[in-house]
């Protein structure tokens, strides 16, 4: 990559880290650090909320799986706007108004000490995981792309995040998050310019969609009612509505960002923000990937996107590698005549015609994604790894064809989403660490500059248990789909600890009981039915849960409280 771009990079990192340190104000005192004195403007909450979300897993992952499944991950985020206005008037004031550090301290107050302590465990358990692999991430794709060793890679995305959120507190998280933000979006729609600018003079963006919708990329509902099916409207209403619930109500990344808020009506703003711009940021993520689909079929793409497999493929199966890249040239020519029929064809008006060319197009397009599909079977059988390359697809297409300074802007926007998700993790870990397990068991009295060491430690013990995680992760797959499956298997069971809490009937004993029934029956689901895909598990762990719990409250008596 050429030097100037590396220098916004650098500049930008630096910027960052300079504007977090600054901005360590008020971190004298344990509010001031890790809640930012609850006085944070609504638009500022609500950019961090969505800056948490976009990590890189999102921009390399998302717009991966745009170019090669089109629009219908989108359809995941469909429970989005529900689960917004469903805890609007219920978990977020409410934990607000508790005056709570985290959303599990408030368990303890309804329950007993050791709900809200499995409870907080869980949380630790899969954020404390899911943070490797954020970081590792961008880390391995990078790392393979630049020839960097995993663990320098890592260093580059990992140790400048710890440092200002470890200094700067949930104060330099939140705003740092607001430029990266900004950033992200530049580089999205620079991206969209440019590759809509880079289509061929004889062919119109709607011809590009046209031609884009013929293989099913511009389809963003499927209405079947089938719960092996990953992604469908269905799927994304009702699992994708516990899912959202749980993440945003109960999640102490998230739950953390509401608190800082100076008011309940700026935390409920902070969350319509998240509701109105999300499907729309995430469909411009997903067309950035088809639009990125379309340009290949005008400009050769690579067979192998990774550029490490393709190396190790070239090394110790250079002929079979040789035959399939002669047929994938064929394909590619075929490929480009027949998109180009298409063109025309919509141009002279002739309906018949259009759909010749159309059918045409699919059927080699059919031919090319066969002969990828025995590359990437030969890479997988050279290497002995997943050869799935969905994630390189982005970054290949950015340091290759991308114009001097937006393939900077784009690697900055990457480590922009990398550094918000990790900080706001690293963060809320830190929080419930401190909070919910020493200043609960070890030492509950003391000055807050004893606490705020204490949380400094902590911030800094798991960023570098999240930089070893990520050393010894390799992205398997879809990496946005990883993270969300894997969350989903704790999600919906916290969510039925909370809407116990809001049954009255519901006691500690009845709680503790349904959680633990509730990650039995998610982990049942998991290993021993896995045609039920990952987003209806967060439904059946927060049923699980609440059923579970309700039946041992209605049917035993309320432990007594200790004296």
Known sequence: MHWFNWLIVAVYVAWVLWDGIKRAKDTDRIEGYLLASRSLPWWVVGLSVMATQLSAITMV??????????????????????????????????????????????????????????????????????????????????????????????????????????????????????????????????MVVVLVLGLPDNVRPDDALAIAGSTGRLRAFDFRFDLSERYTFWSGMIGGTFLMLSYFGTDQSQVQRHLTASSVNAARSSLFMSAYWKI?????????????????????????YNPAQEEAVRAQAATEYGQLEARFDDVYVRRRAAADATALARRSGDDAAVQ?????????QGEADAVRAEALALAGR???????????????????????????????????????????????????????????????????????????????????????????????????????RYGSFFYGSILGVFLLAMYRRAHANGAFIGLIAGMATVAGFYFFVPSVEFLWHNVIGAVAVFGVGSLISHFTPAPRPRA
């Open 61 to 190: 992952g998302t717009t991966g799986q745009g170019a090669t499944d089109g629009m219908r991950f989108v359809q995941f985020y469909f429970g989005l706007p529900l689960a917004m206005i469903i805890l609007s008037v219920t978990l977020v004031p409410f934990l607000y108004r508790a005056k709570v550090f985290t959303a599990y301290e408030f368990l303890e107050k309804r329950f007993d000490a050791k709900t809200r302590t499995l409870t907080a465990l869980f949380f630790l358990l899969s954020r404390g995981m899911g943070v490797g692999v954020i970081i590792a991430a961008p880390a391995i794709i990078f790392g393979a792309i630049f020839d960097w060793s995993v663990p320098l890679a890592v260093a580059l995305f990992g140790v400048p995040t710890i440092i200002y959120t470890a200094i700067g507190g949930v104060q330099a998280v939140a705003w740092a998050d607001v430029k990266q933000m900004v950033l992200i979006v530049v580089a999205l729609v620079g």
């Open 280 to 304: 729309p940021l995430q469909a411009l993520v997903l067309m950035v990937g088809i639009l990125v689909f379309v340009f290949y079929l005008f400009v050769r793409p690579p067979l192998l």
């Open 356 to 364: 010749s060319s159309l059918d045409a197009f699919r059927a080699v």
């Open 382 to 484: 050279v290497t002995g790894r997943d050869p799935n390359d969905v994630n390189y697809i982005i970054p290949s297409f950015v340091l290759n064809q991308l114009p001097l300074g937006l393939a900077g802007i784009f690697i900055a926007g990457v480590l922009a989403a990398a550094m918000s998700s990790i900080a706001a993790e690293l963060n809320s870990l830190s929080t419930a660490t401190v909070v919910d397990f020493y200043r609960r068991y070890v030492r509950k009295d003391g000055p807050d500059s004893h606490f705020l060491r204490v949380s400094k430690l902590a911030t800094l013990f798991w960023g570098i248990f999240a930089c070893v995680v990520a050393s010894y992760s390799v992205a398997i797959g879809s990496l946005i789909e990883v993270v969300n």
